[in-house]
């Protein structure tokens, strides 16, 4: 008694672990005592029905296996069923042998329901599913996996020194963790010895084949001898018994043997990374187009109409195949809709990476939703091929190509309303009337005529948005008439030739030094870096261009740079004073045309000396009080010089240019303050108004 609780306190002790580990054990010496001791024939039906059950479990694992290596004990599970069955058979046939003569009952009511409902109690039709269940599982299943299993592990070994570079190269790289390399590691090894595992394996089964036909051979030679010899049974009767016992015995055996068989070939065919059973890839790849579907339908349907088929089964079939292509072709229509709406919501509200993060653009122009709608769909590609047409003669006239300019929609705005943005900067905006064209008054002449007063946006003069039937009459009072597309166009070109320097960027100026050097490949090479940096060289352009001045004929801007390399050593201001010099003629050009008279603005001489006294003191500022006046007397100067139709120009000494030029960026953004070396010496210079003559 003491020893019975010992034992059972042993027992408690064990953990669940510890008796899992010991199923493999206990297994073998189930199969060891069945092969040694006599069952009882219902212990028979219990073994066999649990041989059935453990092989479609095992097929079902098989089917649902995402990975190989999810079912890495697959060759033990193979060696140990093959033990089972034949552990089973060699039971059979000795109480068949022993105990046959008493009826075919004997060997328990498994082998017996195979042997009498499955096959009608007829030895023949048995013996014939018997051989070919023998040869579908030997000839086909089993020579078909054992060589996908040799090939497998062929493949797989010669595989492994570029697997074991690869996962070398990622951790050396820094894409894996060592971790990582280490379980990727294993898992190689561990699916070069599962193929090769199965390749031996295999061979378990091709045996379990034979040894079923030489133990149904011995069942019915043997059990014929001893019903016949020892039992004295009539041979009609012998037969009878022992052929039921024994194709029984060998379909109860050979059908789980079968499915072990098919569970391998599925577990050794299967093919691609997926992480989906075998069952729900095959769907995928086989039901998952929908032409395919209705071709084959169509395929099936010829041959229902053909005389002497099977008509309506085969236009029953063709039937069904055309709904379920109709099926699939209206799910994949509703999954893709649905699919896309509801993820780009999902994402929306769920997640966020760094391509939500919208940075700001260079130019863009904000258009009413008007000009989006079908009705003016004209009207709006016509803006946008003006809008090109502006960026090429901006390149065409200054050397370099600014970014494209995007229009957008913004449904707050008015009717008619655009806002013109530069670096998410709202610059100006303005009106347009889209049934309507604007008269500018562009004479003296104060003219009235009907439509809607207002002020055009680029040189705010006079003008009137009327009907378009008043063209006519518009054009006989000598008015300028100007299309809708065409304000906003020319409102646009005026901000851009204002703020061409901010378009200007480093990444502009790198594709204008790779365009240059497609021309100039030396100059370009002496010049950035040796002489100045790629950023130097940007201010400098930035410089020129914000006095509107061309940066085409960079020729002379190189050349000019060379000829001064050891004066201006990276000095921004002084490079750019001595280029504009350089650039006289074109300068002069630009501002006076061809008229041999320059007439300019000009400081009085009072005023001139007290502006090179502050650059020329430590502290360059101007009081208050005198910049004020020195602004005001300058705006008058260009009211002066905008009604005798004269250039907005201010000539002073070339030390205070840079200094004026400062002053005046945002007070007097039209005002081109030049300096005296900066006019061509082919042209009279005539100061036309002196800003400080008078008092100051």
């Known amino acids: 008694m003491r020893k019975m609780f010992i034992l059972l306190d042993f027992i408690k002790k064990i953990n669940h672990g510890e008796l899992y580990s010991l199923s493999a054990p206990i297994l073998i010496l189930v199969i060891l005592f069945m092969l040694i001791l006599p069952l009882p024939s219902f212990l028979l039906d219990f073994l066999f029905s649990f041989n059935i059950v453990i092989s479609i479990i095992i097929l079902v694992v098989a089917m649902f296996t995402t990975e ?16 089972l069955r034949l552990s089973l058979n060699i039971a059979s046939t000795r109480i068949i042998l022993l105990k046959g003569h008493t009826g075919s009952f004997s060997a328990g009511h498994v082998i017996e329901s195979f042997g009498c409902f499955l096959i009608g109690g007829n030895f023949f039709i048995g013996l014939v599913i018997f051989v070919i269940l023998v040869i579908i599982n030997f000839f086909v299943i089993t020579k078909g996996s054992g060589r996908i299993a040799e090939v497998g592990a062929r493949f797989i070994l010669d595989a492994m020194p570029g697997k ?9 790289t820094g894409f894996i963790s060592k971790k990582e390399a280490k379980i990727r590691r294993m898992n190689v090894y561990k699916e070069a010895d599962f193929y090769g595992s199965m390749d031996g394996a295999s061979k378990f089964i091709r045996g379990d084949a034979i040894a079923g036909i030489i133990i149904m051979l ?42 072990i068989s098919i569970a391998s070939g599925v577990i050794l065919t299967r093919v691609g990374s997926e992480k989906i059973s075998i069952g729900k890839q095959i769907i995928n790849q086989v039901f998952n ?55 780009s919501q999902k994402n929306k509200k769920l997640h966020l990476s760094w391509n939500d993060i919208q940075f700001e653009r260079l130019i863009v122009l904000q258009l009413n939703s008007r000009f989006f709608q079908p009705s003016y769909k004209n009207m709006y590609n016509d803006l946008l091929h003006k809008l090109h047409v502006l960026r090429k003669n901006i390149a065409k006239n200054f050397g370099f190509l600014i970014s494209e300019i995007d229009c957008i929609h913004d449904c707050k705005l008015e009717d008619g309303q655009y806002k013109i943005f530069i670096k998410g900067v709202e610059i100006e905006s303005g009106y347009v009337f889209f049934d309507k064209i604007l008269a500018v008054n562009t004479g003296k002449k104060v003219i009235n005529i009907p439509g809607i007063k207002v002020k055009e946006p680029v040189f705010d003069l006079p003008a009137f948005w009327v009907d378009i039937a008043s063209k006519d009459l518009i054009i006989k009072k000598k008015l300028l008439v100007v299309e809708p597309n065409s304000v906003i166009v020319t409102h646009l070109n005026k901000i851009i030739r204002y703020n061409l320097h901010d378009f200007f960027g480093f990444q502009e100026t790198q594709q204008f030094l790779d365009r240059v050097s ?25 410089n020129l261009l914000y006095d509107r001045i061309s940066i085409k004929d960079i020729r002379t801007i190189f050349e000019t740079l060379i000829k001064h390399s050891d004066t201006i050593k990276n000095d921004v201001n002084k490079s750019t004073s001595i280029i504009r010099i350089s650039l006289r003629k074109f300068i002069t050009q630009k501002f006076f045309c061809k008229s041999n008279t320059v007439c300019a603005i000009g400081l009085s001489a009072k005023i001139e000396n007290i502006l090179l006294k502050i650059i020329s003191s430590k502290n360059s500022k101007l009081e208050p009080l005198f910049t004020e006046k020195l602004i005001k007397k300058t705006k008058l100067s260009i009211i002066f010089q905008k009604k005798n139709n004269l250039p907005t120009v201010l000539l002073v000494h070339p030390k205070i240019r840079v200094f004026l030029a400062k002053l005046f960026i945002t007070s007097i953004p039209e005002l081109t303050v030049l300096s005296f070396l900066e006019i061509s010496e082919d042209r009279k210079i005539k100061i036309v108004y002196t800003i400080g003559k008078d008092t100051f």
């Open 164 to 172: 074991q570079m690869a996962i070398d190269a990622d951790l050396n």
């Open 218 to 259: 011995v069942n019915i030679i043997g059990g014929l001898i001893v019903g016949i010899f020892q039992h004295n049974m009539l041979f009609v009767q012998a037969v009878k018994i022992y052929s039921i016992l024994t194709v029984g015995d060998g379909l109860v055996a050979q059908i789980p043997s079968l499915i």
């Open 518 to 542: 497609q021309n100039f490949p030396k100059l370009v090479d002496y010049v950035v870096p040796k002489i100045i940096s790629i950023t130097v060289l940007q201010k400098i352009l930035q």
């Open 68 to 83: 190989v290596l999810d079912f890495s004990s697959f060759p033990t599970i193979l060696l140990f069923s093959t033990l």
């Open 289 to 343: 187009n929908p032409q395919v579907i209705f071709f084959s339908g169509i395929i099936f349907s010829i041959f229902g109409v053909i005389p002497g088929m099977p008509n309506f089964i085969f236009l029953f079939f063709s039937g069904s195949l055309f709904l379920l292509s109709w099926y699939l072709c209206n799910q994949q229509y509703i999954s893709k809709n649905f699919s896309a709406q509801s993820s």
